[in-house]
């Protein structure tokens, strides 16, 4: 059985890899504090990398939107996942502006749309894929273009072919790193053309640190 098999499922001696993801509302609690910590933390590095090839908002709208996501914390872990994962897609959208906040409101509504209340890892691999393509919908692009789905993509092939959160969570951050030599053909930073070489993409960095706290929170729990 794979390690994340494991952390996933908490099942004790029933466990198995297929067991389904207890969500009591202090798990549920203890994970949107993480990934909005997280967010909240890396605000400045976050503005940093985006004022070298965008506009220098990027910190500060996602700080903005997890700190509104913070605001509704017992509302929010009272839902059930399908039901909290929306509420903080509409928040983000809401909240957050720019062109990532419509994109990361249609990652968690799409990820709300798709799973269940108490999902299996396959349950899960499926809705990261399926949140992923409507983020490429939503933002007529795909993998190479030096954006989150940089990150997001290789994250999610990762989990989909069993590899623990620890790997993940290292896929995630090795995929922004990798978006450094890239020349961005979307959103702001491809305005820079060539310009945009030689500096790791906001929105990648974003999602790879939102990978790493949902990966270390599931690992520990
Ligand atoms: P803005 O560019 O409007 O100031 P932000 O700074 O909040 O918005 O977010 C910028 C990030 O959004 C980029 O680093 C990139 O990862 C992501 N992004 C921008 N446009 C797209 C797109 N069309 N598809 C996917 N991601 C995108
Ligand atoms: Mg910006």
């Known amino acids: 059985m794979k390690r994340s098999d494991v952390a996933i499922s908490r099942d004790g001696a029933t466990r198995t890899p297929l067991a389904h993801f207890r969500l009591d509302a ?3 609690r203890r994970l949107i504090v993480a990934v909005a910590d997280r967010v909240v933390s890396h605000a400045d590095e976050l503005t940093a990398l985006d004022a070298a090839i965008g506009d220098g908002d990027h910190g500060h709208n996602m700080k903005r939107g997890f700190e509104a996501v913070l605001q509704d914390l017992d509302l ?10 929306k509420a903080v ?7 957050v502006g720019g062109a990532s906040g419509p994109l990361y409101g249609t990652l968690f509504l799409a990820l709300g749309k798709a799973l269940p209340a108490e999902p299996s890892r396959e349950d899960a691999a499926a809705a990261f894929a399926s949140a992923i393509a409507a983020v490429r919908a939503r933002g007529k692009s795909d993998a190479g273009q ?6 997001l993509i290789p994250s999610c092939e990762a989990f989909s072919s069993g590899d623990d959160l620890a790997g ?4 995630a951050a090795l995929a922004a790193d990798a978006t450094a030599p ?6 702001r930073a491809s305005f820079l053309g060539e310009r945009s ?8 960095r974003s999602s790879s640190l939102m990978i790493a706290a949902l990966c ?4 520990e729990a």
């Open 216 to 219: 270390d929170e599931l690992r």
């Open 197 to 204: 070489i030689g500096h790791v993409d906001p929105g990648a």
């Open 76 to 85: 929010l872990s009272a839902m059930d996942l399908p039901e909290l994962l």
């Open 146 to 151: 030096k954006t989150m789905l940089d990150v």
């Open 26 to 28: 202090e798990r549920k």
């Open 168 to 171: 993940v969570k290292e896929t």
């Open 89 to 95: 897609g509409t928040k983000l959208v809401m909240k």
């Open 182 to 187: 890239m020349r961005a053909t979307r959103g």
